[in-house]
């Protein structure tokens, strides 16, 4: 597995100081290493502020050098990053290919992974409320009534490295009765590609199964189960067979042979914005059709809406979830079935759950289901727009100058270090950019990089400061120059996909913590152009979608950001 950085991707600050892609040969690296060699060596500078400056400089190339120009210090570094190559394995043994060096380095990791095996312990648990208020609705002058609640609970433990044991208990109690179960779980992996499943439950339901996976390829799987009920002595037969049939949609199919023969087939598609699932189930007993559709609206929020039809009824529900904090989510769902309308509640944090149903019509009255469907729709739009996208604009922004100033001294000296560096660049690029001025080519105008929404740290969220930051470094940097210099002879500019851009030469992270995006304005051509990318995207430039269209002046807007 790859080491990450404070961004969780891959590291690759090396390649970045170099100007590389992680796909660059012995001879790029090479050549790379000779290009910045004639810019930084300090005997290519005459006074001592720019020696001092130049050897500073010169080390980080080197030091890069030395690692990528090394096979095996390189693979290190691409399989584990710096910790690799500091943790001890570069001195270790004679090692060639990527599976030794991954071999060796879990070995010395094996006794700390171990120890944390103790602390594999996972508890998860819900609550369920059943609520209505049928009543509350016809007279007013009641509240909602409990008739029914559930709870679960379950603890996983992983007790080695093969070996996993769950033990988990649920209850109910609706209309005056009640009952549970206790559940235990023995998980063994036999092999890499299989694993072994004991099940015991006792109570309302008791059961004794034992199940088996196995990987049959790296797009198959398949499962065997027998489980055995210990009130009536009746064996249910299982098999499932799973298959991924694309890069984002896998499919599945299951076999039963017992109380409840039938069979089972699936379908789950997963994309970026969009995801939908199929389930299919026929038996002598028991027939249904389930139908999903996710819909992502953001990193926090997405709308889900679920269609079951069969011998169970037909339901219709939709709603949607939303993020209000890192460890917590909240969700509504209305329900529609020919047994009534409800609402459904839903609060996770961590591994606990707490649902209420709230029942609100015991039939399905249309002008009732659409009030059910709209009203908290609307409830939410006006709170979202006039209370809760306020908050967490203002949150955000308080958040982030708590960030800022936690990290200002190590913000101060990293900006100083890329002014160092820009003031080795400048004569390179501003011959670079004469030469780009004389045949018309590419000349980068302007070039912003970090938080580009505020622009010299000045801007506010909804109008107003809620602390001020004058004293603070702007959460941007200009790397106007450094992107000069990197335009090559042909009057083209190459930045590689993956490679964070902070660790480019001239540049440095203006807000750690933060996420940044690169805005470039240039000319070529007689024409003016601008881009804004990610911190880890690919850009390549001039590209003629990134043309700026002219205004009704004749002039080109360059102060829009896409």
């Known amino acids: ?13 090396l390649y970045a100081l170099l100007h590389l892609s992680p796909d660059a040969s012995d001879e790029d690296i090479k050549k790379a290493y000779r290009q910045w060699a004639q810019i930084y060596h300090p005997d290519k500078h005459q006074t001592i502020q720019m020696q001092d ?66 602390s594999h312990i996972h508890h998860r648990g819900s609550m369920l409320v059943n609520m209505s208020a049928v009543q509350m609705l016809k007279t007013y002058d009641t509240g909602p009534t409990m008739h029914g609640m559930a709870m679960a609970t379950q603890v996983q433990a992983q007790v080695s490295k093969k070996n996993t044991v769950v033990l988990g208990g649920n209850m109910a109690l609706r209309r ?7 559940t235990c779980v023995l998980r063994r992996q036999t092999s890499p590609v299989s694993s072994i499943e004991v099940l015991g439950m006792v109570g309302i339901r008791s059961i004794l199964s034992l199940q088996t996976s196995r990987q049959l390829s790296s797009h198959a799987t398949g499962t065997l189960g027998v489980s055995l009920s210990l009130r009536d002595g009746t064996i249910t037969l299982s098999e499932t067979w799973s298959r991924q049939l694309s890069e984002d949609t896998t499919g599945n199919i299951q076999f ?27 038996g002598p007993t028991l027939f249904g059709v389930t139908l999903q559709y996710v819909r992502t609206f953001s990193s926090k929020s997405h709308g889900r809406i679920t269609g079951k039809v069969g011998s169970m009824g037909v339901e219709v529900e939709l709603g949607g979830e939303r993020r209000v904090s890192d460890h917590s989510s909240a969700a509504l769902f209305c329900s529609l079935s020919l047994q009534g309308i409800s609402w459904k509640l839903r609060f996770t ?15 399905l009255n249309p002008t009732f289901a659409l009030g059910s469907i709209f009203l908290p729709a609307s409830i939410y739009a006006a709170l979202k727009v006039y209370i809760l996208k306020p908050y967490y604009l203002r949150r955000k922004r308080r958040k982030s100058l708590e960030q800022r100033r936690l990290t200002v001294t190590k913000v101060l000296e990293a900006r100083a270090a890329s002014e160092k560096a820009q003031l080795l660049l400048s004569n390179v690029a501003e ?13 980068i105008v302007e070039a912003l990089y970090g938080d580009i929404r505020r622009r010299d740290g000045s801007d506010s969220y909804l109008g107003e400061d809620l602390e001020d930051d004058s004293d603070l470094p702007p959460p941007n940097i200009d790397v106007t120059i450094p992107l000069q210099f990197l335009v090559d002879d042909s009057g083209e500019l190459r930045l590689h996909e993956g490679v964070k851009k902070a660790g480019l030469m001239g540049f440095c992270d203006p807000c750690p913590g933060e996420s940044k995006q690169l805005k470039v304005a240039y000319s070529y051509r007689g024409h003016q152009y601008q881009v804004v990318v990610g911190d880890y995207d690919e850009l390549r430039i001039p590209q003629e979608s990134h043309r700026v269209p002219r205004t009704s002046g004749g002039s080109e807007n360059l102060n829009q950001v896409d």
């Not at 944090?349 to 039939?363: N, S």
């Open 1 to 13: 597995m790859e080491t990450r950085d404070a961004d969780g991707q891959p590291a690759r600050e």
């Open 53 to 118: 400056i130049a050897t500073e400089n010169f080390q980080r190339i080197r030091e890069a050098y030395e690692i990528l120009s090394d096979e095996r210090k390189r693979q290190i570094y691409d399989l584990y990053g710096m910790e690799g190559l500091t943790s001890g394995l570069e001195l270790g043994p004679k090692l060639k290919t990527r599976d030794e060096v991954r071999q060796e380095f879990e070995r010395l990791q094996q006794r700390q992974e171990e120890r944390k095996l103790a």
């Open 176 to 182: 005056g009765m009640g009952g549970g179960t206790v």
């Open 256 to 282: 039963s042979l017992g109380p409840d023969t039938g069979i089972a087939v699936g379908w789950q598609k997963h994309a970026k914005k969009n995801s939908g699932s199929c389930d299919l189930k026929v």
């Open 349 to 363: 944090r961590g591994g606990q759950k707490f649902v209420i149903p709230i029942l609100l019509c015991t039939t």
């Open 431 to 443: 011959r670079k950019r004469r030469k780009q001025v004389q045949k018309d080519g590419l000349v």
